[in-house]
């Protein structure tokens, strides 16, 4: 198991782990972080799925947060207007990789937001666990 408490969270160091996860999953890091004013991007990826007629490839809007010292979750104020920071950025999705859980508001607003009938408006779900 790992101890996220270990990685400090007044540095760049949640961040830096998230991108090396990221890529050591096969993602491409089309944007790495970086300091200064983000506007809700902390990393840009993009991954090709392969077919057997079809490439597609996706682009993902990445948002790191690191409360593990705390331990408070991840509440919708931490991740505000996530439709318009995944359209602004042209995502096809976002992910977060969080080392608390995400709160009930939170979780709420993503599966009102992957539920949607609207491809336009709804975030693709695909969810991985580790």
């Known amino acids: ?12 160091d949640w961040e830096l782990f998230s ?8 993602m491409h890091i089309e944007t790495p972080p970086d300091r200064g004013s983000d506007h809700g991007r902390d990393i840009l990826v993009t991954e090709t799925l392969s077919g057997t007629l079809a490439n597609v490839r996706l682009r993902w809007l990445v948002s790191c947060k690191h409360f593990a010292g705390s331990q408070r979750s991840v509440t919708e104020n931490d991740e505000q ?11 096809d999705g976002f992910i977060g990789v969080y080392s608390t859980l995400a709160s009930s508001g939170l979780n709420h607003r993503l599966e009102q937001l992957r539920n949607n009938p609207d491809p336009s ?10």
């Open 81 to 91: 207007n996530l439709l318009e920071r995944v359209k602004g950025f042209k995502a």
């Open 121 to 130: 408006i709804g975030i693709k779900d695909y969810k991985k666990k580790f």
């Open 1 to 12: 198991m790992i101890n996220f408490t270990e990685i400090p969270h007044d540095t760049d």
């Open 19 to 26: 991108r090396d996860l990221l890529q050591s999953m096969g």
